[in-house]
């Protein structure tokens, strides 16, 4: 079984960066997800248990930078030139089944609580 507990979350201007933080016991493909009101959850980002592989949405590639310390079991999600419809509560996700990246929330076995990140214009 795996535990998650993100962090980092906050209210930045656009343009700013946060750093979300996902600590996570056990070995697992991990991804981050979020989901604005009224709206789906959504993939952004994902990282093997080695950290060799990494994915994202095309929405914030060049912006946000996946990464573990697996020293501190620890997820990071380094957010960049943030934008208002950045704006979301944001998840992490393990996954056990494989070391394989997946995109769809449905493969995602265990759920942080989330963490609100909010960007004002």
């Known amino acids: 079984q795996v535990q998650l507990e993100e962090s980092g979350g906050g209210l930045v201007q656009a343009g700013g960066s946060l750093r979300l933080s996902c600590a996570a016991s056990?070995?697992?493909?991990v991804g981050w997800f979020r989901q604005a009101p009224g709206k789906e959850r959504d993939f952004v980002a994902a990282i093997t248990w080695s950290g060799g592989t990494t994915h994202y949405a095309d929405s914030v590639k060049g912006r946000f930078t996946i990464s573990r310390d697996s020293a501190k079991n620890t997820v990071y999600l380094q957010m960049n030139n943030l934008k208002p419809e950045d704006t979301a509560v944001y998840f992490c996700a393990a996954r056990t089944l494989g070391n394989l990246i997946a995109v769809a929330a449905t493969r995602y076995e265990y759920w942080g609580q989330g963490t609100q990140v909010t960007v004002s214009s």
């Open positions: 056990g070995r697992a493909v």
